[in-house]
């Protein structure tokens, strides 16, 4: 297996790949480890600063409370006020009482208060009265401390009173020492000294020898632990220098060091300040080296584990594939997997591109074949089960439907089958995912598409839609057709003999282009079918002596509606009333009188109805015959009917006819009303108006350009004639017919 490239080539891609993932990992953890340790150790840097600083404010505060209340007390302005020298010595002791009260009510907060008044040489403690000079060596004041109190007593200014010095002494020292400044009144002032123990203001335990915390006022800086080991060098003056009176935390680094500070919330001149080595100690290291040098071994060993199966399991499919192959093509040595597979499966590929061709040659034929015998009902349920697993027709399982697409222009073969390629392309493209067509050609001019998966009115509005895409030219010559739904392709021939009925009487409906048995039907349940223009167009044929296309249209009316349609007694009743109405516009053309008023009762009082329709036949026919009876009429009116054809899109007036034909305007108006049924400005307009359709429709003109050529000189009395007569306004029929 070693022998094999691209196994060796699967190996190194797997090693380079663990590899470069492990030392990838490895950074992101340790640059990862390495930030989360420093966010924790600032984290708790931060939270021992703000407790020891949480703890110093609160012992200082104590203690500014403890000095208040002895500033208020009677012993502290009786020996103060200094009027009485006498009793100096009395006062000094209740003032030593008073602060012993104190310091015993606050006992557990250890702090130490004493005082002392300006040019006096005596200092009150807790215990006695000493000194100034040994009270100062007893608080291991420094010569420069001392210098440094005694400019600050003084300094009369007002802002002396709000600031507070610190005593330093030995950096060992455990006492530290705040100095506040009270005036009593403009000729005395008193100096308060409040002592604290260090030890008292730090936190349980520092992180190391290497920190330090300590407290800056002004100039001074005093560390609070005298066993760090921190070299502070000019840190401290650096300090002081910043002057950081701030209340609330920063972080600054220098030096190596990581200082953190927060300033006092009791004393405004005092900031507290935690300083820190940047790099941890190496202690801390220690214990991390050792999970260092797993880590890379853990990880490298589970990625060769990983590597190892991952390697047989995508080798493996390679390795039996070429294992099947090279038992009928023969693999030349050292010859790459893939390379092999591929040119074996162009091999297979060819020759199965061979087989599919010669079946699909031979198939063609034969599917078109079963289509048309499911859809003539000659196939029976067996043969139609095998073709639809042969022939892949399984989503025609269900509810399918049968459209029938017609096509009245003469076509070549070549062009009829482009013609139908088109048509059936736009449907499949506006059906969608949902719906699925299947073409099977009939005869020289129609087609059927096999539909599935959309309801009658989706399937009827995607129809319309597509239709709508084809030429304007062809698209008026297609007409389609489209049956109730059939369970399956075994009824398929129902739906197929109800398009076909569809398309059979399209004369007795309305002029639409797609038609749909569904919407007939319900239709034809619920009132009778007359359209107004299928009327007019039988009264016209009469009118005209074209007596057998009249009957032809007058006897599929009456089988529609006699016969065909299940109309209740009040529908049939007004079918009766409509067909006496259009007998008496006939008679009524041909300036007779109308028949007898009673005319719709005697039809009415039929109850047989194939008796009613000999009826209505005869009544007809007897109009037609009266008709006939004007001929000398009817034929003048037929000439004038052409010349107004001829001459539509001249300027055309009544007295440009009766000029023309030497007869009076009144007879020609008389005999043309009675000749078709409506007067010459009515019968002028609307075929102006059909004829400016015609032009709209069929090519890009423009709105006054047609005006002009259908014989309106005013474009305003052209537009509001043609919404009239059509509905819309000329632009509006342009851009539905476009669309």
């Known amino acids: 297996m070693w022998k094999s490239k691209f196994f060796r080539t699967l190996i190194f891609s797997f090693c380079t790949v663990i590899l470069l993932y492990t030392i990838g990992a490895l950074g992101v953890y340790y640059a990862k480890n390495d930030e989360i340790a420093k966010m924790e150790r600032n984290s708790t840097q931060k939270l021992l600063l703000q407790q020891a600083q949480e703890m110093m404010d609160q012992r200082i505060q104590v203690a500014l409370n403890g000095m208040i209340q002895l500033e208020t007390s009677d012993a502290f302005k009786q020996y103060t006020a200094g009027t009485k020298p006498n009793l100096k010595n009395y006062y000094m002791g209740l003032v030593l009482k008073e602060i012993q009260r104190n310091k015993t009510a606050f006992s557990n907060y250890d702090y130490d208060i004493a005082m002392m008044q300006h040019n006096d040489n005596t200092v009150i403690t807790s215990a006695y009265t000493l000194p100034t000079d040994y009270f100062f060596k007893q608080l291991d004041m420094s010569k420069e401390s001392v210098r440094n109190f005694e400019a600050f007593a003084r300094d009369t200014s007002w802002s002396s009173y709000f600031r507070t010095i610190t005593v330093t002494g030995p950096s060992a020292a455990d006492t530290l020492t705040l100095i506040k400044k009270y005036r009593v009144s403009s000729k005395n002032t008193v100096f308060f000294f409040l002592s604290f123990k260090k030890i008292a203001f730090l936190p349980e335990s520092l992180e190391n020898g290497k920190d330090a915390l300590m407290l800056v006022s002004e100039e001074n800086v005093l560390p609070l632990d005298k066993r760090a080991q921190v070299d502070l060098g000019n840190l401290p003056k650096e300090m002081a220098s910043r002057n950081e009176q701030i209340s609330h935390y920063s972080k600054f680094k220098r030096k190596g060091h990581i200082i953190h500070s927060a300033g006092s919330s009791s004393l405004k001149d005092l900031t507290y300040v935690y300083i820190t080595p940047e790099k941890p100690p190496q202690t801390e290291q220690n214990g991390q080296w050792l999970t260092m040098a797993l880590l890379p071994a853990g990880l490298l060993l589970a990625g060769v584990l990983i590597a190892s199966v991952l390697i047989w399991h995508t080798y493996k499919p390679v390795y039996s594939m070429v294992s099947a192959f090279k038992e009928n093509h023969a693999m030349k040595a050292g010859e790459d997997e893939f390379v092999f597979v591929q040119k074996t499966a162009r091999n297979i590929e060819k020759v199965n591109r061979e087989l599919t061709t010669l079946m699909e040659e031979h198939q063609v034929p034969l599917k078109a074949k079963f289509l048309w015998d499911a859809l003539h009902g000659l196939a029976d349920e067996q043969t139609i089960q095998k073709g639809i697993s042969l022939y892949q027709l399984e989503p025609y399982k269900n509810l399918v ?213 000999e009826e209505i036949v005869k009544i007809f026919t007897s109009a037609s015959d009266r008709i006939v009876s004007s001929g000398q009429g009817a034929t003048a009116a037929g000439q004038i009917v052409n010349y107004i054809r001829a001459h539509y899109h001249q300027d055309l007036s009544l007295q440009d006819l009766s000029d023309h034909f030497q007869l009076t305007p009144s007879y020609i108006s008389t005999i043309f009303k009675e000749h078709t049924g409506e007067n010459y400005k009515e019968y002028l307009n609307r075929y102006r108006i059909q004829k400016a359709k015609e032009l709209l429709a069929g090519r890009k003109i423009k709105v006054h350009e047609a005006s002009k050529l259908v014989g309106y000189n005013n474009v305003n009395t052209f537009i509001r004639i043609f919404k009239k007569y059509v509905g819309l306004s000329p632009g509006q029929y342009e851009k539905s017919e476009g669309s």
């Open 401 to 613: 439907s049968v459209m029938i697409v017609e096509f009245g222009i003469p076509m070549s073969n070549q062009g009829r089958s482009k013609l139908r390629e088109e048509i059936t392309a736009l449907l499949k493209d506006v059906f969608g995912s949902n719906g699925y067509a299947e073409a099977a050609e009939l005869d020289s001019s129609r087609f059927a598409v096999i539909t599935t998966g959309l309801s009658a009115d989706e399937l009827k509005d995607r129809t319309s839609a597509a239709l709508g895409m084809l030429d304007p030219a062809i698209r008026r010559s297609v007409t389609a057709a489209i049956g109730g739904e059939a369970s399956g392709l075994e009824n398929i021939d129902l739906s197929f003999q109800q398009a076909a009925d569809l398309l059979g009487s399209r004369i007795m409906f309305e002029k639409k282009q797609v038609l749909c048995w569904e919407g007939e039907l319900l239709k034809q349940k619920q009132t009778f079918f007359y359209p107004l223009e299928v009327e007019k167009e039988l009264i016209q044929f009469f009118v005209q002596g074209r007596r057998e296309e009249g009957f032809q249209i007058l006897d599929r009316i009456v089988s529609e509606n006699v016969e065909k349609r299940s109309l209740d007694k009040f529908a049939l009743s007004q079918f009766i009333f409509a067909m006496a109405g259009t007998v008496n516009r006939i008679v009524q053309s041909a300036s007779q009188a109308p028949r007898d008023e009673m005319l719709h009762l005697e039809l009415s009082g039929i109850k047989d109805r194939e008796t009613l329709k």
